[in-house]
């Protein structure tokens, strides 16, 4: 939500796609993946700034790297409760209802669920969590 809100914040129109993708409109831009590994929390952002891969599209916004960064660590450093992180993703939440995710070999479409108020998501009376 960082990475996104300072996006925004420097006009781009990207949204986050349940789970971990940055969206413009209906096109991917990137995404992120996080995990932990002992007490260390890794964090991995891919992000097309310039160019895209075929069906793919890139940042709607002109800006170098280090000012994106810059930036961006500077929004990190500001702290949020989850309560208000997740009033704003589930806001843009129905921008996922053309979408689809996957889960146990299993193709799941987002117009189906229900967002839960821990992020996760419930389809058909199971509830799912992200597994990336």
Known sequence: MYLKNTLNYLNSEVWLKWPNDFYIKDKKIGGMITNIVDNVLLCGVGLNLLNSPKGFSRL???????????????????????????????????????????TKSLRISLEDVKLLTDGSIMHNGQRIYSTR
Request: aromatic residues 20%; glycine residues 0%.
């Open 60 to 102: 709607d916004i002109k800006i170098d790297r280090e000012r994106l960064l810059k930036n961006y660590f500077k929004n990190i450093e500001k702290t949020f409760s989850w309560k208000e992180v997740f009033s704003k993703y589930k806001l843009e939440f129905v921008k996922n209802k053309n979408f689809y995710t996957h």
